[in-house]
């Protein structure tokens, strides 16, 4: 299974994007603090926050969608 873990989003205009370079900032939709998306497949699964472990970035999971909701979104 493809585990992934999302940190926010963006939409850019193609010319935006051929004017990214090293440094350069690219803003999110998602505020400081909010809970990462965790999907499995592409699809949502759970809700958590960053930490570190053993110099290593990690997910603590906050919140775990139901199985109701997970098999609604399957459509």
């Not at 939409?11 to 499995?40: C, N, T, W």
């Not at 472990?53 to 979104?73: A, M, P, Q, W």
């Amino acid at each position: 299974l493809e585990l992934s873990v999302e940190l926010g989003r963006t939409k850019m205009l193609i010319h935006d994007l051929l004017q990214l370079g090293q440094g350069s900032i690219v803003e999110l939709d998602k505020l400081a603090g909010e809970p990462l998306e965790i999907y499995i497949n592409r699809k949502l699964v759970a809700r958590g926050e960053v930490v570190v472990v053993n110099e290593k970035f990690g997910v603590r999971l906050t919140d775990i969608i139901s199985t109701i909701e997970r098999v609604k979104s399957l459509g």
